[in-house]
């Protein structure tokens, strides 16, 4: 796939050391010790500063779960002078301190501060089938919080499964103006087959199939994920060898990738992102 131009940068703050262990995730987080380490506050800072400098549109912070690195505030707060900014939580450690700690970040900023909480499921009994006992009252609770504050979060689901008695997306929307969201905003991602979901689809992105596209379908054209270890394809592979891209800067990374995992032959076919559009 050819690179295009530098739009997003993810960073992997966290590796893969999680408070939850959801049976859909992408990167088999969870609180155990973690097989994709943390990244340390130096090496992310240094990664966002020459992202800026290469014209970065955008920067996210992603895990694991975020909010467990103890240099999570002070980073975004970095970022945030550098590029809009967004953080991936599962929501389960926003208390009210830390709503009202982002919500300062957010008005003293440069650029914007967005929130991602997961909630994959309006039943709170298939939610926390899927993401542990508790992680459903705890999620909406985050939302309710950052959303009375004035700072408008989006959730995000995993279309795990067909759900039940409808639209997904409607049921979401609903459920977060039953919650007095007034404006709900809700972003789906399809399963991807890595991680604890592996092996649930397979195949791979052709020479012809990517010619039939646009490079723009595919945001590996546009994107590159910083975690321990390096630099890699996208947030959906980080950590993974083959997904590592060659080079000493984030500069040097900018070049064509393969696309030959099964969770590319997602992206290719439903055109998905992982970035908040």
């Known amino acids: ?11 992997q703050i966290t590796g893969t050391l999680c408070n939850l262990q959801c049976v859909h995730c992408i990167n088999a987080s969870g609180p155990r010790e973690p097989w994709l380490p943390p990244l340390d506050a130096e090496t992310a800072r240094r990664h966002i500063t020459e992202a800026a400098a ?21 980073l975004l707060a970095f ?5 809009p900014t967004t953080v991936l939580t599962n929501g389960t450690l926003i208390t009210d301190a830390t709503a009202d700690a982002l919500v300062a970040l957010a008005a003293a900023a440069r650029y914007s501060l967005e929130i991602r909480v997961s909630l994959d499921d309006p039943d709170r009994e298939r939610n926390d ?29 995993t279309e795990t499964e067909a759900a039940p008695g409808g639209d997904r997306y409607a049921r ?29 689809g397979g195949g791979t ?27 890699y394809v996208c947030p959906i592979l980080s950590g993974l060898p083959e997904a590592r891209m060659d080079g000493a800067t984030l ?7 393969r696309v030959d995992h099964p969770a590319c032959l997602v992206c290719w076919q439903t055109g998905s992102s992982c970035r908040n559009a």
């Open 129 to 157: 089938a899927i993401r542990g006992r508790g992680a459903f009252e705890r999620a909406l609770r985050a939302i309710v919080r950052l959303n009375a504050r004035g700072l408008l979060p989006i959730l995000t689901a």
């Open 251 to 257: 500069a040097d990374t900018l070049v064509p990738n």
């Open 172 to 200: 979401l929307r609903a459920l977060l103006l039953e919650a007095g969201v007034r404006k709900p905003r809700v972003k789906l991602l399809p399963l991807f087959p890595v991680g604890r979901a592996q092996g649930r």
């Open 79 to 83: 970022a945030l002078e550098r590029a």
């Open 1 to 11: 796939m050819a690179f295009r131009h530098l739009a997003a940068l993810w960073v």
């Open 54 to 74: 290469l014209g970065v549109k955008e920067i996210y912070f992603t895990g694991g779960e975020p909010f467990m690195h103890p240099a999570i505030m002070p």
């Open 205 to 231: 992105v052709t020479r012809e199939m990517l010619a039939a596209v646009d490079p723009a379908r595919l945001q590996c054209s546009e994107t590159r994920a910083a975690a321990a270890g390096g630099i």
